[in-house]
């Protein structure tokens, strides 16, 4: 048995936070996802930095902030010699595998020669990740985007053209994922990570786990109810639920072999959050809510974390994941880290209390359409500040009114005021750019813009649009 754990990261996209029962949510069960938060511990007000799939992975594996890292933007790819969890892991003498969705290495021209002779078999995004766009992965078995969970694919090793996968993709990783952790056979610890899409749209479950019934759904206040939006929430919670399923097999696994068997760290967490159906929206993002910034963080390692279970109120976000995970480890966090080391809380010391304020961002580019938007923001135990780059703000106080439903920053402008500066203060230690110079040297901008794009139903996120838009009326 190697001295050092073996380490495990399941990564799902588009899981909010509190789409978990031991969260509190009455709709779903997640047996599996509740037994490791009872063993170890589940950050309740853990948060993505950057929600949207690209900038938040580079977060993930760099330890720095979306505008300040090696993953800047929507699309953008892994710079080809920055540091990575990987890296720093393989210093270490770990062996590291990468199985599932990357999007951090698309290269518009890497269309392999099989796809292009079969282009409509494939995808929209069906790249094969160059090899120096996987941030020091050795072992791969990995795809940019599938977006088409009974119609996926996947690149293996080093091999120039896709795989296809069979069935329901969560099933299939997993399935992968464990074949090779039998087989595993090193001498040196294993850093593996297990990425999935599910539940990220479009949202399609096996019928296997379609048990929900959308009328009886318990939905929040801030839900646009609708038997669509009912429809699409009930399957949804099925692929959460077919997800805590895999997870349960993954760890099963782990628990039946010897070299893993209480030597492994295991962290399930997401890349970001959902809408489904809050502020009208649905398969979003990109903005500061809770439904979209708030995600699942649990850890998991017997006997080296005490069980906890939830540790609530710690503002714990994605860019912390990189220091804690070393720390946890026993190794050194090199200085180019943003984040902060939550190891001491998850060995149980009480006394740790954590950031006073959390960071969140969007950078975006490209963008889809005018509701798609840059902003700068944070969280605190209370207030939800954003600045966007038009220069209309959001303020939340997220104690009297969790469900962000009343915009404050026009009426409480002391507030406002306040974490505005300390917006600026956290920008400053972040190596912010530009957005300092927006928020504090920014001007009107010009408008209406005429939208004449195709898409229907924007601007419901952003509230801003009645001074900045109009739609071309055909």
């Known amino acids: 048995m190697t001295t050092q754990p073996h380490v495990i990261y399941i990564l799902s996209d588009e899981h909010f936070g509190g789409a978990m029962s031991h969260m509190g949510d009455a709709n779903v069960r997640t047996p599996n996802m509740d037994h490791l938060a009872a063993t170890g511990v589940s950050f309740d007000r853990a948060y993505a930095n950057c929600p949207i799939c690209t ?36 210093t270490a003498d770990y062996h590291t595998a990468y199985f599932g969705k990357w999007h951090c290495g698309v290269v518009h021209d890497q269309e392999p020669p099989l796809v292009r002779a079969e282009r409509e078999e494939y995808t929209r995004w069906p790249h094969r990740t160059p090899e120096y766009h996987r941030a020091g992965f050795q072992d791969w078995y990995g795809f940019e985007i599938n977006n088409a969970p009974f119609k ?143 995600i699942p963080a649990i850890f998991h390692w017997p006997e080296r974390i005490p069980a906890q279970g939830r540790r609530d109120g710690l503002l714990f976000s994605l860019v912390d994941l990189f220091p804690t995970t070393l720390g946890l480890l026993g190794l050194d966090v090199p200085a180019h880290n943003q984040g902060i080391d939550f190891s001491d809380a998850l060995r149980g010391q009480q006394s740790f209390t954590g950031p006073e304020a959390a960071l969140l961002e969007m950078s975006g580019n490209p963008r889809w359409n005018l509701d798609f938007l840059d902003w700068r923001g944070l969280v605190t135990a209370r207030w939800k500040y954003a600045f966007y780059e038009t220069g209309h703000q959001l303020l939340y106080d997220l104690d009297n009114d969790p469900y962000e439903m009343n915009n404050l920053a026009a009426s409480d402008t002391e507030t406002c005021a306040e974490m505005r500066c300390k917006l600026l203060e956290l920008l400053a230690d972040s190596r912010e750019p530009y957005f300092d110079v927006l928020i504090e040297h920014g001007v009107p901008p010009a408008g209406p813009a005429l939208d004449v794009g195709a898409s229907t139903g924007k601007g419901q996120l952003a509230p801003i649009w009645p001074q900045l838009a109009r739609k071309h009326e055909t």
């Open 55 to 90: 900038p938040s992975r580079g977060t993930i594996f760099s330890g720095r902030h979306a505008h300040a890292g090696p993953v800047q933007y929507f699309f953008d790819v892994f710079k080809a010699s920055s540091p990575s969890t990987a890296t720093a892991l393989r």
């Open 152 to 294: 996926g694919f996947y690149y293996h090793q080093n091999e120039a053209n896709p795989r296809k996968m069979v069935g329901y993709q969560t099933d299939f990783l997993t399935d992968l994922a464990i074949d090779y952790l039998r087989s595993y056979a090193r001498d040196e610890p294993l850093f593996l990570v297990l990425s999935v899409e599910p539940p990220h749209f479009p949202l399609e479950a096996p019928d296997a786990f379609a048990r929900f019934d959308p009328a009886a759904l318990e939905t929040p206040p801030n839900f646009a109810d609708s038997p669509e939006m009912r429809a699409q929430l009930a399957t949804y919670y099925a692929m959460v639920e077919n997800l805590d399923w895999n997870i349960g097999r993954l760890h099963e696994t782990l628990n039946s072999l010897s070299e893993f068997r209480d030597n492994t760290l295991t962290v399930y967490f997401s890349d970001h959050g959902d809408y489904m159906g809050a502020h009208g929206a649905i398969n979003r993002k990109e903005n500061p809510h809770e439904n979209s910034v708030r």
